[in-house]
């Protein structure tokens, strides 16, 4: 029985970590879980689960949290430390990390701290700290891609040697204005950024992938996790059945094809390097009729290169990129900004800032800081 650690239990990637979960109760158990601040369907999943430690980010939450898990034996916590508990309890032996931007880090870095495998769905924590991450997580755990694009890099390398390796084909489905003129981008509305072709995922993602930001985040996030000298090149494929490829140095290519489900990946990072028998739809190749790609549009999608940029420049420009990324996807959420308004914010305020390397997580979070800050400012002057 493999206990987890689930951190975002109520967003799109914990409620399905949770399925998986119920339908190998023979497999894994849930020791401990994590919300930001969805108390009602947290409460739900509590009682369905029956995690002995649980804790809401949002401390104003707390007390709704406990009237909701009345007579429910379980301990609850909140903030930040809390979440950190929950990550680096020792019932556990996997934490998934699901929530949702740079808040994923901290706890991220405590399950490893504390010797646990990480499958991680949170790309942020090696977007802005990926040298300190690999450097607590080298020799003494294993860190286990849940994003389909890298689940099927590492599927498709299986073991394979660095040498052999001539270049990573991350594919990306081009979002919902893949097909629009730059003229139509113009005025797109919230409504229509949130309406991707293939996938269900939060609202933050969502927009990334409406931007192709979530491209950019991923290029970052596969060098990490492959090795910096790797070629990592990013092609449009709007039909999401090939989650992404290896081209060897003798030129052949190794893909990796699936349904767009997020819990095939999930159940591979769950029982690494096994794989468990799963009752999804198998993929009707015949039905597809057919499977296209291209280049993507990088004018229409200046996002992607301005995170290919922040990793080019390092030190602390990654951690600025991505807190810039999150305030101006919310503003655009609110309203605020118009949709292109997003990769204006986030290149301003990179061009403001001024690298020096990062040391500490201390350094990641003061960058971040500022960041948010600056972005904010701006956004408040332009708009």
Not at 341 to 359: F, L, Q, S, V
């Amino acid at each position: 029985m493999k206990m987890i650690s689930l951190l975002g239990s109520t967003g799109s990637i914990g409620v399905n970590t949770l399925d998986i979960v119920r339908r190998n109760p023979d497999r894994f158990a849930v020791a401990t879980m994590a919300t930001g601040s969805d108390v009602e369907l947290f409460a739900q999943q509590v009682k369905e689960f029956k995690p002995a430690l649980i804790s809401v980010f949002n401390p104003s939450k707390l007390a709704e949290l406990k009237e909701l898990l009345k007579g429910e034996d379980v301990e609850i916590l909140s903030g930040e430390a809390g979440t950190v508990k929950v990550a680096s309890h020792p019932d556990v032996s996997l934490v998934v990390s699901a929530i949702v931007g740079s808040a994923g880090l901290v706890p991220s870095l405590a399950a490893i701290q504390s010797g646990k495998d990480l499958a991680l769905a949170n790309k942020e924590t090696l977007v802005v700290a990926g040298e300190l991450v690999l450097r607590e997580a080298r020799g003494k755990v294993n860190l286990i891609p849940i994003d389909s694009e890298h689940s099927a890099i590492l599927q498709a390398l299986n073991g394979e040697k660095q040498e052999r390796i001539k270049k990573i084909i991350l594919t990306g489905s081009g979002g919902p204005f893949r097909t629009f003129s730059r003229e139509q981008m113009e005025n797109v509305t919230v409504k229509e950024a949130l309406n991707h072709p293939n996938w269900s995922m939060g609202a933050k993602i969502t927009i990334d992938s409406a931007t192709m930001m979530n491209k950019g985040l991923e290029w970052i996030e596969a060098k990490w996790l492959f090795g910096l000298d790797t070629c990592v090149e990013i092609i449009v494929h709007p039909q999401s059945i090939i989650h992404s490829m290896i081209e060897f140095v003798d030129t052949s290519i190794m893909a990796q094809l699936g349904i767009p489900d997020m819990r095939v990946p999930i159940a591979y990072a769950m029982t690494y390097p096994d794989r468990i028998k799963c009752d999804f739809p198998s993929l009707d190749l015949a039905a597809m009729k057919q499977l296209t790609f291209e280049e993507p549009d990088y004018e229409k999608f200046p996002c992607i290169k301005l995170a290919q940029e922040a990793l080019q420049t390092g030190q602390t420009m990654p951690a600025v990129l991505n807190a810039a990324n999150e305030v101006a996807v919310q503003a655009f959420l609110d309203e605020a900004i118009p949709f292109q308004g997003i990769a204006e914010a986030i290149r301003t305020t990179m061009h403001n800032h001024k690298c020096h390397a990062i040391d500490s997580l201390e350094d990641v979070q003061n960058a971040d800081r500022w960041a948010r800050e600056e972005a904010k400012k701006l956004i408040t002057v332009t708009h």
